[in-house]
């Protein structure tokens, strides 16, 4: 595999791509990679979600986790919004079906 990345800081790349059976000419269009024989597995941890960085002295691939932010409040006025609206729907379908 052919892992290819964007410099982040003197020794640190971000994983911008992998190529499990590379063509030379993808290896030519990528200015940073390298091969390897295996990804190492990401953990799993709750809450978080693992992004493929780059040791570049090493040639060696790592997680950095970051949070995942919970949804904006706003979300849980529009589920309201909704739920006021399938009421809505129910009421009329109820006065439209009555004779």
Do not use: C, W
Not at 55 to 61: L, R, Y
């Amino acid at each position: 595999m052919y892992i290819a990345y964007d410099i982040v800081s003197k020794h640190i790349g971000k994983v911008r791509a992998i190529y499990h059976n590379p063509v030379p000419e993808q290896i030519e269009m990528e200015p940073n990679g390298f091969y390897v024989e295996s990804i190492p597995t990401a953990d799993e941890k709750p809450g978080f979600m693992p992004n493929p960085m780059v040791k570049i002295d090493a040639m060696e691939i790592y997680y950095d986790y970051v949070a995942i932010s919970e949804p904006p409040s706003e979300g849980k006025q529009i589920r309201e919004e909704v739920d006021d609206l399938k009421q809505s729907v129910a009421e009329l379908t109820i006065l439209i079906a009555t004779p």
